[in-house]
């Protein structure tokens, strides 16, 4: 039994020798990245994304009426309050610039209509005098203390 007991015992320490002799091998064989090549291959790939960020914002194509839409999103900005257009705060910016600017807020029942500059344009449309941008967006209107109605914010601007 000892004996038996002995040969187990030897043969439990072989095997555990010839584990430990193939972890070893195992770990001088297998691939290892050093960190300085890793931080390098990191700067690489996010040079690359910036890159490709970069080429992407140059491909998209130029708005057209870019200045409307500037005052188009000011005039919002400053005219709502939590999302919701109040016609009593509708006002034009005025930065100095010389630019005609006509500004209409519809909803179904009422019209807001507001002009600026030293040669505003007609809302109407047909208006071939300068070159004219025109913006639009569908706003919540406030139209009275709880009754908000869908509507539409419109500008137009010659510059």
Do not use: C, F, K
Request: glycine share 12%.
């Amino acid at each position: 039994m000892v004996g038996g007991t002995h040969d187990v015992g030897a043969g439990r320490v072989a095997r555990t020798e010839r584990a430990v002799q193939t972890e070893r091998a195992w770990q001088t064989e297998r691939a290892a990245v050093e960190p300085v090549a890793a931080l390098i291959a990191l700067v690489a790939v996010g040079l690359a994304l910036g890159l490709y960020t970069v080429a992407l914002s140059d491909a998209e194509p130029e708005q057209e009426n870019g200045s409307a839409t500037t005052v188009l999103e000011r005039i919002e900005r400053e005219s709502s309050v939590g999302g919701i257009v109040h016609p009593d705060r509708l006002d034009i910016p005025t930065d100095g610039s010389q630019m005609g600017v006509a500004v209409e807020l519809r909803t179904r029942s009422e019209t807001w209509r507001l002009r600026s500059g030293s040669d505003p344009p007609s809302l109407r449309g047909g208006d071939t005098a300068r070159e004219t941008a025109v913006a639009e967006r569908a706003v919540t209107v406030r139209v009275g203390p709880g009754r908000n109605v869908p509507g539409t914010l419109r500008v137009v601007v010659r510059g």
